[in-house]
């Protein structure tokens, strides 16, 4: 997989696949990357560890459970307002109160005592709200404002991804092995050097950055902003299906994230997780990069590949279903992958390969389809579904069995596959009506919330 990724990034571009840029453009771009990769490298750094930190700290699977909920739970309400304000209050700015924030965060996992895990998981809540919102928000905002090409947006989208959400997870997951099992520096080890790597980040953020808002003009009155994101999302449909889309194809995304582990190895088989996930990441590179060559030619369009990828999803989280009728259950404690882990191994690295053509693909569309004006707004209003969806399959993790999982996921995935099909198909049409004239027919149906 690595080779076929090696291939398809260095050597197998035609010049068709090539889009001529500028050297500003590049600098511009490889500073994000950069900026993204560290951000990224702090996410990943914590993310195999914590469940692992809260369970020698002693803490059993309920308790554990719930700050896993907590996490969640924040980023749905306080992380949709934190989010919002980087509209009003500048994306520069929030990309740097993510970067504390997550520290902050970092540092509580110091803590053995249950109050001060919770306020850390409160905190990183926090964090992933900014972290999926305002990066984008300041970049899409940012590439216009320097006046370059809307095409090469997806050049930066997809290059992030593959070096960000791929490369970089990989070489955290190996760094972090390296600190807590070659170093025996502990399971905190992890989330200090995360606390470092963002650290970095920040430094290159506030010396290199400029600032860059939604809508200025307003008073900045944050419900107004929510009513407006509100309307936007509900007066134009491709907005609305943009976020249903996104919503299912995530809850499906991270409901998978838990149930890999107890897939692969149902009766205690000892499966090498670091590598199966450095192995689901080289999967989303060859998505990402793949992406990035469909997205350099003009047809087919973003719209239509996309249905495709959410069918060839489902389907491949349908193979844990598939096995246990099929493939005759083996009573083996212990021992390594079976047969039936094998196959649904296969189909894990699909999936895998399907999300790395989903993120930077979602971006191009949000891009194209979110107003300026509240970027970061509406993209957390798209998070509050899902992250309630996480919390609420997180609660009852033990109460259905996992094909039930896989199963209702599968569907989640199918149905976003036909909201594609209808969002391709009114993707050409006008918008309903300009943010501006909304916003103007807002105040005079309403003079008393007039600014």
Known sequence: MAAVVA????GGKSNKDRI????AFNSFKNNYILVYSLMMAGDWLQGP?????????????GDIGQLFIAGFGSSMLFGTIVGSLADKQGRKRACVTYCITYILSCITKHSPQYKVLMVGRILGGIATSLLFSSFESWLVAEHFKRGFESQWLSLTFSKAIFVGNGLVAIIAGLFGNFLV????LGPVSPFDAAACFLAIGMAVILSSWSENYGDPSESKDLL??????????????????????QSLFEGSMYTFVFLWTPALSPNDEDIPHGFIFATFMLASMLGSSFAARLMAKNSPKVESYMQIVFVVSSASLMLPILTT???PPSNVKGGGISFAGSIQLLGFCTFESCVGIFWPSIMKMRSQYIPEEARSTIMNFFRIPLNLFVCIVLYNVNAFPITVMFG????FLFVASILQRRLAAIADKP????????????TEADPLNAP
Request: hydrophobic fraction near 45%; proline fraction near 0%.
């Open 7 to 10: 291939v398809l990034e260095l």
């Open 20 to 23: 001529t840029t500028s050297q």
């Open 49 to 61: 560890y914590v469940y692992y930190l809260y369970s020698t700290y002693g803490f059993g699977k």
């Open 181 to 184: 099992d070659s170093l025996n």
């Open 224 to 245: 107004t902003q929510f009513k407006g994101a509100a309307v936007a999302i509900a007066s134009d449909e491709k907005i609305a299906l943009l976020g249903a889309i």
């Open 325 to 327: 009728f099929l493939v």
């Open 408 to 411: 209702m996921c599968s569907i």
């Open 431 to 442: 918008k309903a009506e300009d943010w501006t004239a909304m916003k103007e027919r807002d």
